[in-house]
């Protein structure tokens, strides 16, 4: 767990709950899946001093996509930066993410352009608690500003006019809205199981019915109950022997163990690391537009006070969920404090400028986008369309363990890995955990598509 070294907490920050759920197993009453995020907080200092490029597009209008944008720290972690430059051919052209989530704030044009947002295939369901039917809404009026989040972290984003790049900026993004509640006391967005089920079941029909291509396809779900759910498990059943890649969060409980659907064996996992540069140094807000040593088993910079106890550059966050027996963690991505655009309602009304919904956001939630973007690089291989297996078994094989695996630990705690960093207050904090929280390592973007280019045609 995270535990602070020094000073009390200066500044108050917004905490989410993720992940809560009602074990509801009975018939004909729905599993609840919420959504959330374990910490979040407004961006309140415009960063463009630190951006390092002069003049700046016009605000969202101007942008067709964010392919060479400014790479932030949570894309220089997982070496997008190595596929940045406008001779690279990999952006995830011609493939779509579906993004199953609590749809897109109103002013999510501002953010994104609508060559990137696929708005004729979006849509969003809603159950009725009483009867069980389930019916659509439109999609373009979250309950939150998570889905939003999680799109940025895919193809990037206007910050002020400035464009950041995502994992795979030249994909297409389907919004599905299946988070359609509200919780003001968890504070937390919520849907039923027979709503996520109802939007990958959507997902599949347009493969099977021809609209979109079997390997050219993926949902992103970062979203979680914390019991199984039978009919989420068969509808990604049925979406993966139709050609979807499956990506899901892997919960945010710690050593408790993983959410559903990330816990199940058949979805790609992603667990949640953080980089021990974040706030450094003093609280540094602009931290989140920094360089990551390419060397990730550099010292982190805590090690001019604790040496080696300090950590490498990253490591596993307090939260993130441990694999338990029959659960199967993948890979661990960045989660921990992204900048991108949102919202929450506990926050207040949705500001009129989107130019004041910028957040550092965390939780498993921002590190599934990360392996979906991922993926969806991959996918955009010609002659060859990739199955669910083949991209786990490419993500697993090229992720790095080293970083999180530096055996610093036991003079805090008995377990065998921990980390120094530092908050927005800018006192210090230590972490810790062990090798169920790691899966096969941290992502490696520009590894896995290198992997995938080495690959002939089936």
Known sequence: ?????????????????????????????????????IRAAPVSVRAESQLGINGAYPPGKWFTDYAGGIV???????????????????????????????????????FFPKSRIDADLGIGFVQDLETGEITTVPWDDAVSGHGTH??????????????????APLAKIIPVKVLSFYDYDEWSAWGTSGMVAAGIDYIT??????????????INLSLGASVPMAE?????????????????SAGNNGPDGMGYPGGYPQVISAGAAGWTGQWWPDGYRPFWLEDVPEDLMTPAPASIWYGFRAGTQTYMTYYSSWELEGQDLDVAAPGSWCVGPYWDPSAGELPEDPEDCYWYVGGTSMAAPHVAGTAALMAEKKGRKLVQSEVEAILESTAVIDPLTFPNGGWLSPLPYMALYLLYDGGLYWTDWDDPAVGAGLLQTDAAVEAVIALGPH
């Not at 995830?92 to 609590?102: C, P």
């Not at 029909?205 to 993926?218: A, F, H, Q, R, Y």
């Not at 989420?232 to 050609?243: K, L, W």
């Open 1 to 37: 767990m995270k535990r602070k070294l020094f000073a009390p907490i200066a500044i108050a920050l917004l905490l989410i709950s993720i992940f809560t759920a009602l074990p509801l197993v009975t018939a004909h009453v729905p599993v609840i899946v919420s959504v959330g995020d």
């Open 72 to 110: 932030a720290f949570d894309m220089d972690m997982i070496d997008v930066e190595q596929l940045t430059h406008k001779q690279n051919k990999w952006y995830g052209k011609g493939v779509r993410v579906a993004v199953l989530d609590t749809g897109m704030l109103p002013n999510w044009n501002y």
């Open 150 to 167: 999680v799109a940025s972290t895919i193809i990037g984003y206007n910050y002020h006019g400035f464009p950041i790049t995502g994992v």
């Open 205 to 218: 029909s347009l493969v099977e019915d021809g609209t979109l291509e079997p390997g050219k396809v993926i």
């Open 232 to 248: 989420v498990e068969e509808a990604i059943d049925r979406a993966i022997a139709a050609g979807v890649i499956v990506v899901a």
